[in-house]
Nanobody, 123 residues
Framework: VQLQAFGGGLVQAGGSLRLSCAAS????????IGWFRQPPGSEREFVGY????????YYSDSAKGRFTISRDNAKNTVYLQMNSLKPEDTAIYYC?????????????????WGQGTYFTVSS
């Protein structure tokens, strides 16, 4: 599985942005597609995930209520819709996949990673 995240740029605080994660190769129903981010000078952290088959989602506390993950099976694409953006959301955002549907927020348990996409939230 190969992944590619895109859609970054510059957004004003309070604005919205949607990132996309395009997957090539077969995504099975039990796969988990996760979003992670790495703010400048910080560790990569979990944002949320979606189970490909069921559509079940789970979010970090910082993402809950502001971010929404969805998928388009026909396009093999996962989206991260982000609203009410804050300067602290500035980061490189990565999508990743693992061939398991068990709840997992630990980045080391994700096997496939795409190149990240960066965006800045200006205050």
């Amino acid at each position: 599985v190969q992944l590619q995240a895109f859609g970054g740029g510059l957004v004003q605080a309070g604005g919205s942005l949607r990132l996309s994660c395009a997957a090539s190769g077969r995504i099975f129903s039990h796969y988990t597609i996760g979003w992670f981010r790495q703010p400048p000078g910080s560790e990569r952290e979990f944002v949320g995930y979606i189970i490909w088959g069921s559509g079940h989602t789970y979010y970090s506390d910082s993402a809950k209520g502001r971010f929404t993950i969805s998928r388009d099976n026909a396009k093999n694409t996962v989206y991260l819709q982000m609203n009410s953006l804050k300067p602290e959301d500035t980061a490189i955002y990565y999508c990743a996949a693992r061939s398991n549907s068990v709840h997992m927020t630990v980045r080391e348990r994700y096997n496939y990673w795409g190149q990240g996409t960066y965006f800045t939230v200006s205050s």
